[in-house]
């Protein structure tokens, strides 16, 4: 079924003897450029490596697409551990018992104990790997490796001025002039600085491979493709964590090579982005079949044995990490290999094409309990898409014949027996169905599909399967065709699958545990609880849906996977437009079917999904609210992530005569489908007179009010406002906020943000952020035409991704009773009011080797600076508050 990379288990002995060879070896003398090639000479035949040129979106080897294996060495710098492997014994190793194709050599630049302070001992590094290499037919990248290489341009220049004039005529030779940017712009600093070392490279090496990094850490593959470096043979940098990354970077890139570039993953590994944690087999996998798929060359981080995840080696050499273990296996039976026939085509089969070749595209591992849409496949052969009537619009598969096949990524909570439904048609009958392991192996379950008397004409059929836990591909084999399939759920036994069509639907409305992986909403007195805990979680608003205002381009699922993933954003809300032109009265269809691809993707990435009537007069369109919420609350009040905003901002009129009585009229008609579920009401003068709302509340369970703010308008009145009504017994919910003035321009207001945050924070009051779209104005998420941050997306992000709470599971708040308005701890100084016992900048926490000294602070941990307290993000070394690794807790006073 799927082309995965075919691995070959080693016993642990095995393995075992490996890491003791290396280590055994690391210390021996190391051999001359002379005698290494002829030792080689002798022993094996000289296979010199082949030429590599870029061409189109691919990196080819004498003109074949292909993609490499290999590793990258640590950081070279003096005392940090990893050196030791800077020799020709490992090179060696790893050619010959590995199979390796390419050693990166990753030459700290600006760190302790790097280049620029020590440069003699590790150029010399850098050169014996070269030679090794070179001498063992091998890729060799030489890697300026540092977070800051634009601050060091003349530095980098007189580097690759000397590799390229002692090197520049091996073919084995990449240059790799920035390792991992930080969030600083592609246009702006990252280009400058790698075109004045291009440059300086291609004055005496005409056409070796040059690499070039990318912004956020070599994620941002996409924003290089909408400005890429203009020259000849120049690859882009994807740098991936198995543990961390997944769809949503996958998306970049398949972005990026959509748009032309070539991309080379000089880093990758099977951990988190720390460089820590278990291995993630089953997106390890899936992220290997997408580099082999799209001819992507890749060197695993890295050769060490320092007590982390991503480390080869166990410390001091006692075998294999499980990491090492799975790099073993993936790089020893990579199947392209120098000088090797074997290669990729270079137009392999796109994303909805037809016919028997394999179709493959980005894809998110999907969530038990979801729905599983059928357009939402990894890979497809022999089927197509087409538009449905089903409820809920989207695609189904067809044209199904037998020995067609689909697969999906799924995750699979705990071994069981799970019930597998499908959602079909058929004209004919005599279908049947295999529910398999991708791959075909093994085979989980058969079921028949019935006639249905039409291909539009839609049930849902079931059988139950045993499966076992983890993230894995399955998939759907046509034993014998003639039916359509328009999505697919896999249930744990004992639940029952939604169908769409029927409004009786058995799921229990007042089972207290959570459905569609997040914790179900209540409120307790003045806050909004999460399973039972006070929380606060933060996210995104999407801009209006209405047809051709610019933000209904947002509204899909990669958006919303990218939010989740890379913003660890816990909300989003699909801002409905409704009177307005090219909103719900005027084109209905279109701007429902926007609020359910965000339901859906919601649901799919465990996030609450807010969805709001965006309306600033939703009192004059009342039965078509009445009509719509019913609809929504029968359709997915079953779902714990769903949050209903039933008035986006009234205008300046009564809460009591006007505002009340059609929510009261909407509250009424959710409550017949959906009991429980979170409603949130506007309030008067654009959600701002909360007070108002809280002097005369509606009655009835778990109804919030509306709260939105402007930081560079609204301050501490609107806060006393707030204050008043939480003090009066409601809840808030900030469904709508900006960094910038009300008007949704100029620039953002850092301070008020940070007092507004800390205010929401204090409160448990959940908040999303206006607007995901690149509007030419301040309050966008996104510059006009990319995926550039603005300066308040970068504020918000670093704002979400830092946020204590996050969906599925999060930190409690502080236990003190919210319902109690004498409460003595300060809203301002979320620490208590102290920072005792806690660590003063630079006073670091963590050593990177035994040994060493501390150089860092890891996530979670916290440290002051000048009177204010931070918590790491993750691994951070930077002054406190002065990039996204760290997030400000407040002051100690």
């Keep these: 079924m799927k082309n995965n990379v075919s691995i070959e288990k080693k016993d642990g002995a095995y393995l075992t003897s490996l890491a003791s060879k290396i280590f055994n070896n690391a210390s021996a003398k190391k051999?001359?450029?002379?005698?290494?090639?002829?030792?080689?000479?002798?022993?094996?035949?000289?296979?010199?490596?082949?030429?590599?040129?870029?061409?189109?979106?691919?990196?080819?080897?004498?003109?074949?697409?292909?993609?490499?294996?290999?590793?990258?060495?640590?950081?070279?710098?003096?005392?940090?551990?990893?050196?030791?492997?800077?020799?020709d014994n490992v090179v060696r190793d790893l050619r010959n018992d590995w199979n390796s194709s390419i050693i990166r050599a990753a030459m700290g630049v600006d760190d302790g104990g790097g280049y620029l302070s020590s440069p003699g001992p590790n150029e010399a590094?850098?050169?014996?790997?070269?030679?090794?290499?070179?001498?063992?037919?091998?890729?060799?990248?030489?890697?300026?490796?540092?977070?800051?290489?634009?601050?060091?341009?003349g530095a980098a220049v007189d580097f690759f001025r000397k590799m390229a004039s002692d090197y520049g005529h091996l073919d084995n030779v990449i240059y790799e002039i920035y390792n991992e940017p930080l969030q600083v712009s592609w246009s702006s600093t990252i280009k400058p600085?790698?075109?004045?070392?291009?440059?300086?490279?291609?004055?005496?090496?005409?056409?070796?491979?040059?690499?070039?990094?990318?912004?956020?850490?070599?994620?941002?593959?996409?924003?290089?493709?909408?400005?890429?470096?203009?020259?000849?043979?120049?690859?882009?940098?994807?740098?991936?964590?198995?543990?961390?990354?997944?769809?949503?970077?996958?998306?970049?890139?398949?972005?990026?090579?959509?748009?032309?570039?070539?991309?080379?993953?000089?880093?990758?590994?099977?951990?988190?982005?720390?460089?820590?944690?278990?291995?993630?087999?089953?997106?390890?996998?899936?992220?290997?079949?997408?580099?082999?798929?799209?001819?992507?060359?890749?060197?695993?981080?890295?050769?060490?044995?320092?007590?982390?995840?991503?480390?080869?080696?166990?410390?001091?050499?006692?075998?294999?990490?499980?990491?090492?273990?799975?790099?073993?296996?993936?790089?020893?039976?990579?199947?392209?290999?120098?000088?090797?026939?074997?290669?990729?085509?270079?137009?392999?089969?796109?994303?909805?094409?037809?016919?028997?070749?394999?179709?493959?595209?980005?894809?998110?591992?999907?969530?038990?309990?979801?729905?599983?849409?059928?357009?939402?496949?990894?890979?497809?052969?022999?089927?197509?898409?087409?538009?449905?009537?089903d409820n809920g619009g989207g695609?189904?598969?067809?044209?199904?014949?037998?020995?067609?096949?689909?697969?999906?990524?799924?995750?699979?909570?705990?071994?069981?027996?799970?019930?597998?439904?499908?959602?079909?048609?058929?004209?004919?009958?005599?279908?049947?169905?295999?529910?398999?392991?991708?791959?075909?192996?093994?085979?989980?379950?058969?079921?028949?599909v019935p006639q249905t008397n039409g291909w539009q004409n839609w049930e849902t059929i079931s059988h139950e399967v045993s499966l076992s836990a983890g993230e894995q591909t399955v998939a759907i084999a046509a034993v014998s065709g003639g039916f359509n399939v328009n999505w697919l759920e896999i249930t744990p036994v004992g639940t029952n699958p939604t169908d769409p069509t029927d409004p009786t639907d058995p799921t229990d409305p007042t089972d207290p545990g959570p459905v569609g992986g997040v914790e179900p909403l209540s409120v307790v007195g003045n806050r909004v609880h999460a399973g039972g805990v006070a929380k606060s979680f933060a996210g995104n608003s999407l801009f209006w849906?209405?047809?051709?205002?610019?933000?209904?381009?947002?509204?899909?699922?990669?958006t919303v996977n990218m939010l989740r993933s890379d913003w660890q954003s816990s909300i989003i809300r699909a801002a409905m437009g409704v009177d307005a032109s090219g909103g719900y009265l005027e084109e209905p269809a279109a701007n429902e079917a926007k609020v359910r691809t965000v339901i859906d993707a919601a649901v799919a990435n465990d996030m609450y999904v807010i969805i709001d009537w965006h309306s600033h007069h939703a009192e004059n369109f009342t039965s078509e609210a009445v009509d719509f919420f019913s609809r929504m609350s029968q359709d997915y009040g079953h779902l714990d992530n769903v949050i209903?905003?039933?008035?986006?901002?009234?205008?300046?009129?009564?809460?009591?005569?006007?505002?009340?009585?059609?929510?009261?009229?909407?509250?009424?008609?959710?409550?017949?489908?959906?009991?429980?579920?979170?409603?949130?009401?506007?309030?008067?003068?654009?959600?701002?007179?909360?007070?108002?709302?809280?002097?005369?509340?509606?009655?009835?369970?778990?109804?919030?009010?509306?709260?939105?703010?402007?930081?560079?308008?609204?301050?501490?009145?609107?806060?006393?406002?707030?204050?008043?009504?939480?003090?009066?017994?409601?809840?808030?919910?900030?469904?709508?906020?900006?960094?910038?003035?009300?008007?949704?321009?100029?620039?953002?207001?850092?301070?008020?943000?940070?007092?507004?945050?800390?205010?929401?924070?204090?409160?448990?009051?959940?908040?999303?952020?206006?607007?995901?779209?690149?509007?030419?104005?301040?309050?966008?998420?996104?510059?006009?035409?990319?995926?550039?941050?603005?300066?308040?997306?970068?504020?918000?992000?670093?704002?979400?991704?830092?946020?204590?709470?996050k969906s599925g599971g999060g930190v409690p708040t502080d236990p003190t009773d919210p319902t109690d308005p004498t409460d003595p701890t300060d809203p301002t100084d979320p620490t208590g009011g102290s920072c005792s016992g806690v660590a003063v900048y630079p006073n670091w926490s963590t050593k990177d080797w035994d040994g060493g000294q501390p150089t860092h602070h890891e996530a979670g941990e916290q440290m002051q600076n000048e009177g204010n307290l931070y918590v790491a993000n993750w691994y951070a070394n930077s002054l406190p508050g002065s990039d996204a690794s760290w997030t400000s807790l407040g002051s100690c006073n």
């Design 31 to 87: 051999k001359t450029l002379a005698a290494l090639v002829l030792a080689v000479a002798a022993s094996v035949p000289v296979q010199a490596v082949e030429k590599l040129t870029v061409q189109g979106n691919r990196v080819l080897a004498d003109g074949v697409s292909k993609s490499f294996a290999g590793h990258s060495l640590f950081w070279s710098n003096d005392g940090w551990g990893g050196e030791k492997f800077y020799n």
């Design 125 to 153: 590094r850098v050169r014996t790997i070269v030679d090794s290499a070179v001498a063992r037919d091998m890729y060799v990248i030489i890697d300026w490796h540092t977070h800051h290489a634009e601050n060091h341009t």
């Design 193 to 389: 600085y790698a075109e004045t070392v291009i440059s300086a490279i291609r004055q005496i090496d005409p056409d070796n491979l040059i690499i070039v990094g990318t912004p956020s850490w070599s994620q941002d593959v996409d924003q290089a493709s909408f400005d890429p470096i203009n020259g000849t043979n120049i690859a882009y940098a994807l740098h991936f964590y198995a543990g961390t990354h997944k769809g949503f970077l996958r998306d970049k890139a398949t972005t990026a090579m959509n748009n032309g570039i070539a991309l080379f993953a000089t880093e990758w590994g099977t951990v988190n982005a720390d460089g820590n944690g278990a291995v993630n087999h089953g997106e390890t996998n899936t992220w290997m079949n997408f580099l082999l798929e799209n001819g992507i060359s890749h060197a695993n981080w890295s050769i060490n044995d320092k007590p982390e995840g991503a480390s080869l080696f166990s410390p001091g050499g006692n075998g294999l990490t499980e990491s090492g273990a799975k790099v073993f296996e993936i790089v020893h039976d990579w199947p392209h290999k120098i000088g090797s026939n074997t290669g990729t085509p270079t137009n392999p089969t796109g994303p909805g094409t037809p016919g028997d070749d394999v179709v493959s595209k980005p894809c998110s591992v999907m969530q038990v309990s979801s729905r599983i849409e059928a357009e939402s496949f990894c890979q497809m052969m022999g089927m197509q898409t087409e538009a449905t009537t």
């Design 395 to 448: 695609e189904n598969i067809g044209w199904i014949d037998a020995g067609d096949w689909v697969t999906y990524d799924v995750n699979i909570p705990s071994t069981g027996n799970y019930n597998v439904s499908y959602r079909i048609a058929s004209e004919g009958g005599s279908g049947s169905i295999q529910f398999e392991q991708g791959g075909g192996n093994p085979v989980f379950g058969m079921i028949d």
């Design 545 to 558: 849906s209405n047809n051709g205002w610019g933000g209904e381009k947002f509204y899909n699922f990669e």
């Design 644 to 805: 209903y905003e039933v008035y986006n901002e009234p205008l300046d009129v009564s809460w009591t005569n006007v505002i009340k009585p059609y929510a009261e009229q909407v509250v009424n008609a959710i409550r017949q489908n959906d009991p429980d579920n979170l409603i949130i009401v506007g309030t008067p003068f654009f959600s701002q007179r909360v007070d108002e709302a809280s002097e005369n509340p509606i009655s009835g369970n778990n109804i919030a009010y509306t709260l939105h703010f402007y930081a560079g308008t609204h301050s501490d009145a609107l806060r006393a406002k707030a204050t008043t009504a939480l003090n009066n017994g409601i809840a808030l919910f900030a469904t709508e906020w900006g960094t910038v003035d009300a008007s949704g321009d100029g620039a953002p207001n850092q301070g008020s943000t940070n007092t507004w945050m800390n205010f929401l924070r204090d409160n448990g009051i959940s908040h999303a952020n206006w607007a995901v779209n690149d509007k030419a104005e301040g309050s966008s998420t996104f510059q006009p035409g990319t995926t550039n941050l603005t300066s308040s997306g970068s504020i918000v992000r670093d704002i979400v991704r830092g946020w204590e709470h």
